[in-house]
C-alpha cells in the first residue's frame, strides 16, 4: 500500500489529505506517517509511528518479561549453587 500512496501521490489524482483518509480507514499506519511528514506534519508522523513500532513490539513484550524473569532466577540459582560443595564419591552435598 505504501508503493501505490507514493505513486498517486506523485500523479496528484487525489490530494494528501484525502490519501490520509484513506490510510486512516485501512489502517496503513506506515503509509499515514509518510503522508503525515509529506505534509509537514512532523508531530503527528511521529505519533503515528510510534503507534506502528508499539502495535508491533506490543505483543512480544510478556514474552521478554518472562525471557528476562526466566534468565534472572538461572542466574540467582548459579549463584547459590557456586556455594554449594558435593562430594566427589557421594555426588551428595557436603555440610558447610
Known sequence: ?????KKACK???LSVEEFIVICQRYKQTEAEAVLQKKLGNYCEAIKVY????KSAF???IMTYKKELYLAYQNEK?????ADVKIDPITGMMEDP
Do not use: A
Open 50 to 53: 510510534l503507534q506502528l513500532m
Open 77 to 81: 540459582v548459579k549463584v547459590k549453587m
Open 1 to 5: 500500500m505504501l508503493n501505490i500512496v
Open 58 to 60: 506490543e505483543p512480544k
Open 11 to 13: 500523479t496528484n489524482c
